[in-house]
């Protein structure tokens, strides 16, 4: 006889089963690329992830005849919801064989969850939260994703939608390489804008003073992104957090402020794409694991655009597109550095679209966001 049903995870054991679930869950999937075992294990750490200082996570595992077939996690992000005022609740982590009956399981028992929390609608998948990894792959499977970028199967947009959730947002993500980069006309874009601009000033990110670089992103961030979609304002624990992971592989010939008359107006950071030398690891860096990240990581030729700001009075006037220009020519002007992802952009945003069009990136992959009325 066949048993099947839901875990919600509680010991020690089962947390670990419901982080490792992913390993042999992909293991013969060419282009997944297993994510660091700490990283995960910190992700859905309560204690570790200041993002748990604002928000509630409770996890559930679906087995069948003894064995782990599946696993979500349903969140309540406070910060978010005092934000919009509303009373969203997310759902994440979300990995499932083909199997309708057992996706059913699983977003039913978190939608009770987040119901029974005061919830009346669902949104994800966020990883745990919204300036983690989010989304599902729908494009683009043939290739390999980019670092904090998602690659699942190409079936769980039909488990998703056939478990009665719909599309709320897509995501692009664009390509540029050096092949494809019009640099003539890139370079008369640019040079109107410094024209408009003749105080404008592009440096690269200080990393001996980290702490006040982070403010500055941070605060630029805040306010260029509250009018965006999904977008909550980041604590400062949060934004040190995320600078401390990043330290190690920040690269500064692709991480910059630009300035105006020494005030910061923009930032944009590009990392290494680290994903090329994560691929043949198991998702463990010791004993010799971070040895070879440090080794290799000068030798990468890719990197993903990740973050990007530009405060509201300053948008439109191209320090987006000059930004993008400056970790370009860097780019060719560094052996090696031949392509850049530039990455998430929402569909809505119509400007960011341009703006990558016009420097000659192309469309690559695509990801979905989606909701439930609960």
């Not at 040895?291 to 993903?304: A, C, E």
């Amino acid at each position: 006889m066949n048993s099947s049903g839901v875990t919600f995870v509680s010991s020690k054991e089962e947390k670990k089963r419901f982080t490792n679930f992913i390993y042999p869950f992909y293991k013969n999937e060419e282009h997944w690329v297993p994510p660091l075992r700490m990283d995960q294990k910190k992700l859905i750490s309560t204690e570790k992830n200041p993002f748990f200082n604002n928000a509630e996570i409770a996890l559930f595992l679906a087995e069948k005849d003894g064995k782990d077939v599946g696993r979500i996690a349903a969140i309540v992000d406070h910060r978010f919801n005092d934000f919009h005022n509303s009373k969203t609740g997310h759902f994440g982590f979300f990995e499932c064989i083909n199997d309708q009956h057992t996706a059913n399981l699983l977003f039913r028992v978190a939608t009770d969850w987040l119901r029974d929390k005061g919830m009346n609608k669902a949104v994800g998948p966020t990883n745990p939260g919204m300036m983690d990894t989010i989304g599902v792959l729908i494009e683009g499977f043939d290739k390999d994703p980019y670092i904090l970028m998602p690659y699942n199967f190409p079936y769980y947009d039909e488990l998703i939608m056939n478990a009665g959730l719909t599309k709320e947002m897509d995501m692009y993500a664009y390509m540029v390489d050096t092949e494809t980069v019009n640099v003539e006309r890139m370079e008369r874009a640019m040079n109107i804008v410094r024209h408009r601009l003749s105080d404008l000033e592009i440096r690269p990110l200080n990393l001996k003073e980290m702490k006040s670089e982070i403010k500055i992103i941070k605060d630029i961030y805040n306010q260029a992104w509250k009018n965006n979609w999904g977008f909550i304002p980041l604590s400062d624990e949060e934004f040190e957090a995320l600078g401390n992971d990043l330290k190690m592989i920040i690269d500064t010939d692709f991480a910059h402020i630009a300035e105006i008359k020494g005030e910061p107006v923009a930032f944009s950071v590009g990392l290494p794409n680290i994903n090329e030398i994560l691929k043949d690891m198991n998702g463990k860096l010791f004993p010799f694991g971070i040895i070879k990240l440090l080794w290799k990581k000068r030798k990468l030729n890719s990197l993903r655009t990740a973050l990007m700001g530009v405060l509201p009075e300053y948008q439109g006037k191209g320090i987006d597109a000059l930004l993008h220009q400056r970790s370009i020519k860097n780019g060719l002007e560094t052996e090696g550095k031949t392509i850049s992802e530039l990455s998430w952009i929402l569909e809505t945003n119509t400007e960011m679209i341009r703006v990558a069009e016009r420097i000659g990136a192309k469309h690559d992959k695509s990801y979905r966001m989606y909701s439930k009325e609960l």
